[in-house]
């Protein structure tokens, strides 16, 4: 299944809105008050930061509802 969502990760729009995440992502990290204002409108939900693993962790920023 892994090597599949590597596959999807190809698909030109997948890859652009992965990399969009992953700077709003770093954006909100970086600027404490960004983040004290999405963490208000959440419920303190974190965000999951983008590391050098599989697919399936992108996979997850994208599709799991309970990890913004």
């Known amino acids: ?8 990760r190809k698909i030109l729009q997948v890859k ?3 990399e969009k ?3 709003v992502t ?14 208000k409108f959440t419920k303190k939900r974190k965000l999951m930061k983008h590391g050098v693993t599989r697919f399936v962790t992108e996979y997850k920023l994208m599709f799991d509802g309970d990890i913004i």
């Open 1 to 8: 299944m892994n090597l599949m969502l590597e596959d999807i």
């Open 16 to 18: 652009k809105t992965l």
């Open 21 to 23: 995440a992953i700077f």
């Open 26 to 39: 770093g954006f909100l990290y970086n600027h404490h008050g960004a983040l004290n204002m999405m963490r």
